[in-house]
């Protein structure tokens, strides 16, 4: 048996409950008013959501209705998600906890309800605990897998008061079966949505009665994983998913910029993420090959993003940021809003397979142990590299902030 607990509203929930406030009654947004009108909305407190109001818009979407902003604090989240976390802990085991997100969780109960009348029993302590220690309302779905357990969560205890919901396989055929959105289901994007409508595919129950070998064909392994969940069907557990280990990994930094920057001017703040990343590959003993970039103008112009590979495996900013700066030319002009970097194909640095391709820097290697440990001990800004002096700089205002956003 499985719980999807999930915290209603969590940003917009915990401003509301920092200032003394019920979410259940505030018109409360969580956005960086500096950012201006088009500053993304993370989250609006649950009166807003039962107005219509949607998470993820930006500010000039809002109708002209009086209603709070609050500055994004991921810092007090994150405090906040460490304190619902412990109160998992008083029910389960951490070995039983899967966190999927900030602030959702999958705990597996299996082992614990011979302790409970039931497994409603055991949610609503928990689900109380954290209003009554924590000021949030959880929502809770419950099931015999993973798979139903969200579907409980998303498709029916989200929706309305007491916020929790058991789904049995039974209801899940009388109800789940011909939910006609397919796109609200648990793993299904609007890609695989709009690939499955175009096979006449528009529920899970036209899912359960296809070909299994077709989806297998059209989708691969993730057409088992469509015809399984169709069923009813998830032979995951948390145990699975603490013991999965990436084939393929990589690690990737993406920023939105306060305003339209020149193809020049975004090489700036593209370079610092470039050197940041570096950074990381050194504190984490590992080197990669493939470097990819993106390039995101504003309206009226396609996205530009580039994969290339090295002829060996590196760690060394100065070497990535040459072939870097190589590729750079040939992105176009434009108002550019959005950039991101990504390194893959990524080995641990004691199987370093180079060879006369490469030649080692071991004093720039020293140079950056002595970057981490002062970036340790002081603060990434007590040492940075001479970009950040100039006016296109986000490097001192980006190493304050947690996910793109402020820190506090």
Known sequence: MYLCIDMKCFFASVECVERGLNPMTTPLVVADEGR???????????????????????????????????????????????????????YVDALDIHTYSIDEAFLDVSSYLHLYHSVGELAFRIVEDIYKELGLTAT??????????????????????????????????????????????WQIGSGIKKRLN????????DI?????????????????????????????TIADIKAYEPISKSISRHQILFKDYSKEEAWIPLLEMLFVLSMDLISKNILIQTIS???????????????????????????IKE?????????????????????????????DPNTLFYVKNEKQERLNRTILSVWEKHGKNQLVIGTALCKESTLYVRNNQIGGHNRE
């Open 293 to 319: 970039f993106y390039i995101g103008y504003g309206y009226h112009q396609d996205s530009y993003h580039k994969t290339f590979s090295l002829d060996f495996y590196t760690d060394d900013f100065y070497v």
């Open 208 to 236: 359960a009665m296809s070909d299994v070998e077709i989806l297998k064909k059209e989708f691969g392994v993730i057409g088992l994983d469509l015809y399984e969940h169709a069923w009813g069907i998830d032979h995951t």
């Open 323 to 351: 072939e870097l700066k190589n590729q750079y030319t040939h992105v176009l002009e434009g108002k550019i809003r959005r950039i991101g970097i990504t390194f893959s194909g990524i080995i641990s640095k004691n199987k």
């Open 140 to 185: 809770c779905g419950a099931g015999d897998n993973l798979y139903l357990a969200k579907l409980s969560l998303d498709l029916i205890a989200k929706k309305k008061a007491p916020y929790f919901h058991y789904l049995s396989l039974d209801e899940f055929y009388k109800t789940i079966w011909y939910h006609n959105n397919l796109k609200d289901i």
């Open 198 to 205: 175009a096979m006449k595919l528009y529920t899970l129950h």
């Open 36 to 90: 201006g009108k088009g500053a993304l909305c993370l989250a609006v407190s649950p009166y807003l959501k039962e107005q219509g109001i949607k998470n993820r818009g930006r500010l000039y979407e809002i109708p002209q209705i009086s209603y709070l902003i609050a500055k994004p604090r991921m810092k007090k989240y994150i405090e906040y998600a460490v304190l619902i976390h412990r109160i998992f802990l008083r």
